[in-house]
């Protein structure tokens, strides 16, 4: 793991929404081609949802920034983390394990069970979850886009403070 020192976890602005939304397309169109289909990602892309939901959901959005720049950021929802996405340059750097365990923080503080959703077939992403304590819950079809999803859960660590 890389020296996080510099990494900084600050809640979003409206600022934030243009950079965010130019790295999420950008690891979205490395990443899911094979998850979710080519098609499905440009289509996703170009239809404007991802600007908006930075836009919308700005009061839940945490931003994970390394010397100064953008790399990632958590967005939560009563009793679920609604998004994470880190750069793709700093996968498997650390700063997605600091936005996940700022989300949980937050989360447990008001909730003892808490959950998520994830693309079904992305591996790398249940890998990271499991590796987190996350547990399989159920899975479903997105009504919306006709993808596969699964739940993920997870209960408050016994002995972990309210």
Same mark, same amino acid.
């Given at each position: 793991?890389q020296?996080l020192?510099?990494?900084?976890?600050?809640?979003?602005?409206?600022a934030?929404?243009?950079?965010? !939304?130019?790295?999420s $397309?950008?690891?979205?169109r490395?990443?899911?081609?094979?998850?979710?289909?080519? !098609?499905?990602? @440009?289509a996703y892309?170009?239809?404007g $949802?991802?600007?908006?939901?930075?836009? !919308?959901n700005? *009061?839940t959005?945490?931003i994970? @920034?390394?010397?100064g720049?953008?790399?990632?950021?958590c967005a +939560?929802?009563?009793?679920?983390?609604?998004?994470?996405?880190?750069?793709?340059?700093? /996968?498997r750097?650390?700063?997605? !394990?600091?936005?996940? *365990?700022?989300g949980? $923080?937050?989360?447990? $503080?008001?909730?003892? /069970?808490i959950?998520?959703?994830?693309?079904?077939d992305?591996?790398q992403?249940?890998?990271?979850?499991?590796? /987190?304590?996350w547990?399989?819950?159920?899975?479903?079809?997105?009504?919306?886009?006709?993808i596969?999803? +699964? @739940?993920?859960?997870?209960?408050?660590p016994?002995? *972990?403070?309210?």
């Amino acid at each position: 793991m890389q020296d996080l020192s510099n990494v900084i976890l600050r809640p979003a602005t409206l600022a934030d929404a243009d950079p965010m !939304e130019a790295l999420s $397309a950008r690891t979205i169109r490395v990443r899911y081609p094979r998850i979710i289909g080519a !098609e499905t990602v @440009e289509a996703y892309i170009a239809s404007g $949802a991802i600007a908006a939901y930075y836009r !919308e959901n700005v *009061a839940t959005l945490t931003i994970a @920034e390394r010397n100064g720049v953008r790399v990632g950021a958590c967005a +939560i929802k009563p009793g679920r983390i609604d998004l994470m996405m880190v750069d793709l340059d700093h /996968h498997r750097s650390g700063i997605g !394990e600091i936005l996940l *365990a700022h989300g949980e $923080a937050a989360l447990f $503080a008001a909730a003892d /069970h808490i959950g998520l959703d994830c693309f079904r077939d992305n591996d790398q992403a249940r890998r990271f979850y499991a590796k /987190h304590g996350w547990q399989d819950g159920r899975a479903f079809t997105d009504p919306d886009s006709g993808i596969a999803m +699964i @739940e993920l859960t997870k209960a408050r660590p016994v002995g *972990a403070a309210v």
